[in-house]
């Protein structure tokens, strides 16, 4: 998928879910539903071993966030026959077991060592977005370049869960680590 294609897959995907919000949540959530639509496109360019299930495909978002409500709307509009999106809000290491994407907020970006140590080879996709989160190991860390988002790469964290990521994302990203 080329960068103009993904652009305008992204502007088309943030528009959609912004009709589904009242105009005041629109303004609240802008970055929240763009980042909720980056974690969708990110599934389309991520391949688990196949030996782990992806029917359905679980994101998990620690804690309350307000990206909850977006990542759920996405996956009640965008799952396809023979690949359904779930959303689930967790807040304990243990109930990670049947999750292939993890969304730590800000907020919450202490727990990262913690639950990084609980994942260790359990091919989970962990997204972050406070800075300095790539560094530490995450998988994707949204950063903000200028007043647009972006995000960063640790190609190492793919590789210790045994994952594969497109090169497609990899030239999208800001920065990625690990090559």
């Known amino acids: 998928m080329s960068k103009q294609i993904f652009k305008i897959s992204l502007f088309v995907g943030i528009t959609f879910v912004s009709l589904l919000l ?3 949540a629109i303004f609240s959530l802008e970055e929240t539903n763009v980042k909720a639509y980056f974690i969708y496109q990110f599934t389309k ?3 688990w071993p196949s030996s782990v ?10 804690g309350h966030s307000e990206i909850t409500k977006p990542l759920q709307i996405i996956a009640s509009e965008k799952s396809e026959p023979g690949q359904k999106l779930v ?3 967790v807040e304990k290491v243990e109930k990670l077991s ?6 730590i ?8 060592p ?3 140590n609980a994942l260790e080879n359990k091919h989970i996709v962990v997204i972050t977005e406070k800075n300095g989160m790539a560094k530490k190991g995450s998988a994707i860390n949204f950063v903000l370049v ?3 988002i972006g995000f960063e790469i640790n190609l190492e964290s793919f590789k210790k869960n045994n994952l594969y990521i497109s090169s497609r994302l990899l030239r999208l990203a800001v920065e990625v680590y690990g090559e």
């Open 22 to 24: 009242p105009p005041k």
């Open 98 to 103: 049947a999750v292939h994407i993890l969304f």
């Open 45 to 47: 360019f991520i391949e």
């Open 87 to 89: 959303v689930n809000t």
């Open 146 to 148: 200028g007043n647009k």
């Open 114 to 116: 913690t639950i990084l």
């Open 53 to 62: 299930q992806v029917d359905p495909l679980v994101i998990a978002v620690w």
């Open 105 to 112: 907020p800000k907020e919450h970006s202490d727990m990262l």
